[in-house]
């Protein structure tokens, strides 16, 4: 027989540990911020409370290889946790490896079986996520600092003028309605929503400017490949019809002709079809800037902020730049 020491009793350890040196040297020890250590000595009593008294009979299961790999491990996953990282399995087994070698554990693998037991043990789970966090003002306002000064170096650098920069962005377009809600009496029991049966069918929107709007392109689905213009609407058929690295492609050639005798600036976001090898190198072998860094995504992060108004007709309100960095 022997006992069954969980997290509680291994903290309890380095509490002991520190109470006999210093919280100083059981953090530098064991790798972990010295906060931590003395959360665990403030809370000395209710762990020692929570620590488990019992015994496990005999053959009831094997001793773990290492308990102390085992805390530290769940330490450092609830760390990066708390800072709302993402933990996967395969960073698990990596960690797990590095504190095995660190330990001076001999013939560890980090096996799936182990890690299915190490997950079992602790409570833990494969979730997916429920919201992504935004970032917060200070690094918004950085990000929109930065996209600033940058496009202002490439006009700067290049001699671009104000009518040969472009912004460009798609959206979908679905061709049914993708909302439950409607306005009926109150108390019905029964509130029907005509639907005609495309709420997943969707055509996909390009919208570009220079302080001007630009023929849009709709992208539609269809077996046959061509783009034709037709009424000032560049329409384009292509296998799936939403926006694609070849297509993207074929959409700044057609948009802009091959012989340009001035200098262009495009402004698009880190959508991964717009930031491809393949994209920027075409964009250099055509001599167009291009600025695909995540500098200018702050507007999004504004726009989820909520800090902005609307129009009568329910459309966010225009704002200038430095209304928005306030």
């Known amino acids: 027989m022997y006992l069954s020491k969980d997290l509680t009793e291994v903290k309890l350890s380095y509490i002991t540990e520190a109470q006999q040196t210093s919280i100083r040297a059981v953090a530098w020890r064991i790798g972990i911020d010295r906060k931590t250590v003395r959360q665990w000595v403030v809370k000395e009593k209710e762990l020692a409370e929570a620590a488990p008294r019992g015994y496990r009979a005999v053959g009831a299961g094997r001793k773990l290889l290492s308990e102390e790999l085992a805390f530290l491990l769940y330490s450092q996953i609830n760390e990066e946790r708390g800072e709302r990282r993402r933990v996967t399995r395969n960073l698990i087994e990596l960690w797990a490896k590095e504190l095995a070698q660190a330990l001076r554990i001999e013939g560890f693998t980090a096996s799936n079986g182990w890690i299915d037991g190490f997950l079992s043990r602790h ?24 996209f600033v000064h940058h496009v202002r170096k490439l006009i700067d650098d290049h001699g671009v003028t104000e009518d040969n ?7 979908a377009v679905f061709l049914d309605h993708n909302r439950g809600t409607t306005v009926d009496e109150r108390g019905a029991t029964d509130v029907v929503i005509k639907s005609y049966g495309f709420e997943k069918n969707r055509i996909t929107a390009i919208c570009c400017a ?5 023929p849009p392109t709709l992208i539609l689905q269809s077996t046959k490949s061509e783009m034709v213009l037709s009424n000032g609407v560049a329409y384009a058929h292509i296998k799936k019809s939403w926006m694609n690295s070849d297509f993207f492609i074929e959409w700044v050639d057609f948009m802009f002709p091959l012989v340009m005798p001035w200098k262009t600036l495009l402004v698009f976001d880190s959508a991964r079809s717009h930031i491809s090898k393949a994209v920027k190198e075409h964009l250099q072998r055509r001599k167009i800037l291009y600025d695909d860094s995540r500098r200018h995504d702050c507007i999004d992060e504004w726009k989820r902020a909520g800090k902005f108004g609307y129009t009568r007709g329910g459309n966010v309100l225009r704002q200038d730049l430095l209304f928005a960095l306030d």
């Open 165 to 171: 920069i472009f912004n460009m962005d798609e959206t």
């Open 210 to 214: 220079d302080g001007k709007k630009k």
């Open 123 to 146: 409570n833990l789970v494969m979730r997916k996520a429920t919201n992504k966090t935004k970032l917060d003002e200070a690094q918004i306002v950085q990000r929109a600092v930065d």
